[in-house]
């Protein structure tokens, strides 16, 4: 079963941030956040992850709340090579895989 | 850096025949994983490999699908025979991260099975 709701789609005008929100109310202490994304026609490309801290890298921001129940993808200039259905996924206690929900599509509008 | 390779990219078949799916996954990369994805839906894991052994193959339909990773490097998903419902895109990736997983997965382009 999945452990994270995250809306189905979003749209995003070109250039502006987009901010995908994800909730995991059921997170436990030693669960990390994976983001991943998935452009039309390949696979899914990690994009992201965090444990409790705020983290950054080339391609996003993670913003996790202090109670750790939600978190917030930020792409900061979204470009139309950012449509695609992004994926907020929650290591599940004592397994190896990551489980992937439906995930949100993300729409960039030019 | 090479990054994972799956071959064939399509595959069209009738319900009953047999299939099968081939990954290289990224040099040094320890861990392989095979993932079905069905239209609409996420990523779902069948199996996953440790080098040449299987760690997890809990959601994998036995009495048609088979994985085998020989030599730890290359693997073969096969399905015999298949039903409509395979009808899916296959998905390779790898890892370097081993059981306490603090890594990123590496993904191919996947292989689109449409059975008939």
């Known amino acids: 079963d999945a452990k994270t709701t995250q809306p189905p789609s979003m749209d995003c005008a070109e250039g502006r941030a987009a901010n995908l929100p994800c909730n995991h109310s059921?997170?436990?202490?030693?669960?990390?956040v994976y983001w991943y994304r998935q452009i039309h026609s390949q696979g899914p490309q990690y994009i992201i992850h965090?444990?409790?801290n705020n983290e950054t890298n080339e391609m996003a921001s993670l913003i996790i709340t202090e109670d750790r129940k939600s978190s917030t993808l930020i792409l900061p200039h979204a470009t139309l090579r950012d449509t695609a259905v992004y994926y907020c996924?929650?290591?599940?206690?004592?397994?190896?895989?990551?489980?992937f929900g439906t995930g949100t599509r993300l729409t960039v509008i030019p | 850096e090479a990054g994972v390779a799956q071959s064939p990219r399509y595959k069209i078949i009738e319900k009953r025949q047999s299939v099968a799916f081939w990954c290289n996954p990224i040099?040094?990369?320890?861990?392989l994983y095979w993932y079905q994805q069905i239209l609409g839906q996420g990523p779902k894991l069948l199996i996953q490999?440790?080098?040449?052994?299987?760690?997890?193959d809990s959601q994998l339909p036995k009495d048609r699908f088979s994985a085998e990773r020989l030599k730890g490097v290359d693997s073969t998903l096969k399905i015999q025979p298949a039903k409509l419902e395979d009808s899916a895109v296959y998905l390779c990736?790898?890892?370097?991260?081993?059981?306490?997983?603090?890594?990123?997965?590496?993904f191919g382009e996947g292989s689109r099975l449409t059975v008939l």
């Open positions: 490999f440790q080098n040449n052994g299987v760690v997890d």
């Open positions: 996924i929650v290591r599940e206690t004592g397994a190896n895989n990551l489980f």
């Open positions: 059921t997170i436990s202490g030693n669960e990390y």
């Open positions: 990736a790898s890892s370097l991260r081993e059981r306490v997983y603090t890594g990123e997965l590496f």
């Open positions: 965090g444990l409790k």
């Open positions: 040099s040094g990369h320890a861990t």
